[in-house]
């Protein structure tokens, strides 16, 4: 596998961790407490999903031109 296809899929495997402990454990946690932190937690969430989805499109780009081995 190249370089480049190894980066985007780790990159995507962090995201999706980050993601999903955010909106199952942080956000739950910040509400019970702190909104400025669950505001800051909620921003980061979507900033992620916004970057999962950059990720997953140009991953299946790859797939598609045949650029991900």
Known sequence: MKNVNYN???VLHGK??????IEKH???DA???????RTILKRIW???KRTIEALRVEL???VKSDKLS
Not at 31 to 37: E, L
């Open 8 to 10: 985007l899929l780790k």
């Open 16 to 21: 999706l961790d980050n993601a999903w402990r």
């Open 26 to 28: 942080y956000l739950r």
């Open 31 to 37: 509400a019970k407490g702190c909104t400025r932190c």
């Open 46 to 48: 979507t900033d992620d």
């Open 60 to 62: 299946a780009a790859h």
